[in-house]
Nanobody
Framework: QVQVVESGGGLVQPGGSLRLSCAAS????????MGWYRQAPGKQRELVAR???????NYADSVKGRFTISRDNAKNTVYLQMNSLKPEDTAVYYC?????????WGQGTQVTVSS
């Protein structure tokens, strides 16, 4: 089983960029589907992007063309590169590790997009 810890959040102006990192501890990281989710105040948690063990990806429509998810299995890390950020991207971003019936969440990292 893997444990995950997010980092890289912060305050950025509209149009700016941030890169989030999710470091995983544990074995067999490469076999896990890794996802980034976000939750804004008063809203439900939603999928932002996901990458499977073969490198296949899928994205929420709202971030397509702006966000890129990637993974480095040698470093047990998954990244979320966020470009052209908008105020509506403001949320707590969570990393998720999923394999079969196992699912584990990080503590989240705050991303605030504001001028």
């Amino acid at each position: 089983q893997v444990q995950v810890v997010e980092s890289g959040g912060g305050l950025v102006q509209p149009g700016g960029s941030l890169r989030l990192s999710c470091a995983a501890s544990g074995s067999l990281f490469s076999f896990y589907v890794m996802g980034w989710y976000r939750q804004a105040p008063g809203k439900q948690r939603e999928l932002v992007a996901r990458i499977d063990s073969n490198g296949g990806t899928n994205y929420a429509d709202s971030v397509k063309g702006r966000f890129t998810i990637s993974r480095d299995n040698a470093k047990n890390t998954v990244y979320l590169q966020m470009n052209s950020l908008k105020p509506e991207d403001t949320a707590v971003y969570y990393c998720n590790a999923n394999r079969g019936t196992f699912s584990n969440w990080g503590q989240g990292t705050q991303v605030t997009v504001s001028s």
